[in-house]
């Protein structure tokens, strides 16, 4: 269905191009997206949607997912994108599989960014991931060099827990 764009009645355009959809399986995978159809006779009458925050590449990975044919590598590609949809869109199950799959390959190298994403996006299982690979393990040497840069652009509130989760790693 989503490859032929059969009987497809919805355009999505994105950052770079457009793709066809079907609203059916955009509200059934997605509360905004049956929110939107159902409460506004705009939105409902309305053949386009416009996602232009993700590429089309980025939108085909989203579609794949929603549609039940996402390949495993396009998921790893598009994670962080696939992250944000699912944010935006309230995709629940999207969400926490994309914070799975965020946990697995954490290192010193991803560390801050994955954090700063945790935050970001209320993924506390990630953020705690992220503390303990941190604090705990002691990678939190390995990044002196980042940690500068990650502390003038995060969050205050971020770094004030950041702050209290090393006070209770001393006590």
Known sequence: MLDEAIHADLTIITADGTLK???AVLSATSPAFQASYHDSSEVKESSTIHIEEMSQESCTALLS???GTI??????????ALLGAANKYDIGDLKDA???S???DLNSGNVLERLNEAWLYQLQKLKKGCFT???DFGKIY???EEINTFFRHADRDLMLEMFQEVLTIWK
């Open 142 to 144: 390995d990044v002196r």
């Open 98 to 100: 994309c914070e799975e």
């Open 71 to 80: 390949k495993p590598g396009d998921f790893w590609k598009h994670r962080l």
């Open 133 to 135: 690979f941190l604090f």
């Open 65 to 67: 997912y929603m549609y």
């Open 102 to 104: 965020l946990l697995e």
């Open 21 to 23: 959809a079907h609203k």
